[in-house]
């Protein structure tokens, strides 16, 4: 309630209730109603575009194309959806280096 009274201290009960005539709400529901139409409309479009079924399948995949260390086709034991997406960097850990400090 504190809040409040302090953003309004400043201004005169008049000029509040002159600003907001019924004209004024009415064009600002329909401006607020008709935004959130719009973003409805975008979220259910990017509903509609994404999976929401889980892949529970997991297994080997044997990368054609993609040698390994030897001159065989890869092997990779995670699912990938696209070859880019390949790295081998998921599962390390990055170490810390400490830096040496010399006595001034």
Known sequence: MEIISLIFRDFDAATLARQNTNLDNFKIDKELEHLKMKEDLQKQK???????????????????????????????????????????????????????????
Do not use: P
Not at 54 to 62: A, C, D, E, M
Not at 69 to 97: A, G, W
């Open 46 to 104: 990017r509903l509609s575009m994404k999976n929401t079924r889980h892949s529970r399948f997991g297994g080997t995949f044997v990368v054609q194309g993609k040698k390994s260390i030897t001159e065989k086709d890869l092997i990779y034991h995670k699912n990938i959806k696209k070859i880019k997406d390949l790295s081998f960097d998921d599962e390390k850990t990055i170490r810390k280096t400490h830096s040496i400090r010399c006595c001034s």
